[in-house]
């Protein structure tokens, strides 16, 4: 079955940094966009990154754009979020998705994984 999975998630001070992983395995991975999003309590889910299924094209929100980057690798079935300057408000649960579509809609992704947290401390 589909499985994504995510790590790399953990406490950091603001001003780090750190870089997410997303594993994927029992699909083409180079056919699915993937989306990075992340939710803290009682919020909805927000969209952070999206990279095409070639790697390709990017896009960011403007609250993380020049700050992140996000990266995938097709060989390994891998995707990555770096995360820089990392800021308190950043703190959330972050989460990588895949989808047939581009899209920065988390309605429109089929396949989730399961969450990694970040926490930033001022």
């Known amino acids: 079955q589909v499985r994504l999975t995510e790590s790399g998630g953990t406490l950091v001070q603001a001003g780090g940094s750190l870089r997410l992983s997303c594993e994927a395995s029992?699909?083409?991975?180079?056919?699915?966009?993937v989306g990075w999003f992340r939710q803290n309590p009682g919020k909805s889910r927000e969209y952070v990154a999206l990279i095409s299924g070639n790697g390709d094209t990017t896009y960011y929100s403007a609250s993380v754009e020049g700050r992140f980057s996000v990266s995938r690798d097709g060989a390994k079935n891998m995707a990555y979020l770096q995360m820089n300057s990392l800021k308190p408000e950043d703190t959330a649960t972050y989460y990588c998705?895949?989808?047939?579509?581009?899209?920065?809609?988390?309605?429109?992704?089929?396949?989730w994984g399961q969450g990694t947290q970040v926490t930033v401390s001022s």
């Open positions: 029992g699909l083409t991975f180079s056919k699915f966009a």
């Open positions: 998705a895949a989808s047939w579509l581009w899209s920065v809609d988390a309605d429109n992704y089929d396949h």
